[in-house]
């Protein structure tokens, strides 16, 4: 059975301090991994896919990582608006992919 | 559409009736997914579509859970009887292709059973 395991469960930053989200995984077969992000009474929001280990993809100050058994989510130089629960998923076939529980990322001005 | 469309946005029903959820998918987005989120979780898969055939219905919880879709386009998830615990945020998502491609997910509906 695919699982997902992210931590923090939750973190605080102070804007401008940098730092990383961790999604770790167990699939057979990984098609595809993704990182969404959700604010509170929406729909989580589709950020990147990643498909193979060493595999890199940024957006503004986000930048996600893929290894064989993880994936970072770095935030550089993070704002207040960058404060959200980001989610990780994976795929290991056609339809359903299996979410982790998300880290809630507070940024403080 | 623009986006993923779920309607109701809320519902507050009584133990023991019938609901039924809508989801507008992306027009041209073969695939269709339900999940549920229930408060601070995380999201639970409930079944998939491929145009209209569902091949993996495997996350309904009981039978008292069904859904259908028609037309390649508009999905209803019905509950019957709800229950206490069947309150949740139904969230629905779209994507092109059910492999390697994001979903794109609605605003869900907020189900509440008293």
């Known amino acids: 059975e695919d699982q997902v395991t992210q931590s923090p469960e939750a973190l605080r930053l102070q804007e401008g301090e940098s730092s990383s989200l961790n999604c770790s995984y167990t699939?057979?077969?990984?098609?595809?991994l993704f990182w969404y992000r959700q604010d509170p009474g929406k729909g989580p929001e589709f950020l990147f896919t990643?498909?193979?280990a060493g595999e890199e993809k940024e957006k503004e100050r986000l930048k996600a990582t893929l290894t064989k058994k993880e994936s970072f989510l770095h935030i550089t130089a993070p704002k207040p608006e960058d404060s959200a629960t980001y989610l990780c998923?994976?795929?290991?076939?056609?339809?359903?992919?299996?979410f982790g529980d998300g880290t809630t990322l507070t940024v403080k001005p | 559409g623009a986006g993923v469309s779920q309607s109701p946005s809320n519902k507050v029903t009584e133990k023991g009736k019938d609901v039924e959820l809508r989801c507008d998918p992306i027009?041209?987005?073969?695939?269709l997914y339900w999940y549920r989120q229930s408060l601070g979780q995380g999201l639970e898969f409930l079944i998939y579509?491929?145009?209209?055939?569902?091949?993996?219905k495997s996350g309904l919880p009981s039978d008292r859970f069904s859904a259908e879709r028609t037309g390649g386009s508009v999905s209803t998830l019905t509950i019957q009887r709800t229950q206490q615990e069947d309150s949740a945020v139904y969230l629905c998502?779209?994507?092109?292709?059910?492999?390697?491609?994001?979903?794109?997910f609605g605003s869900g509906t907020r189900l509440t059973v008293v």
């Open positions: 998502a779209s994507s092109p292709e059910p492999l390697n491609y994001g979903y794109t």
């Open positions: 699939v057979s077969g990984l098609r595809g």
């Open positions: 990643l498909y193979s």
């Open positions: 998923a994976v795929q290991a076939g056609a339809g359903k992919s299996t």
């Open positions: 027009s041209g987005h073969t695939a």
């Open positions: 579509f491929q145009g209209n055939s569902a091949p993996d």
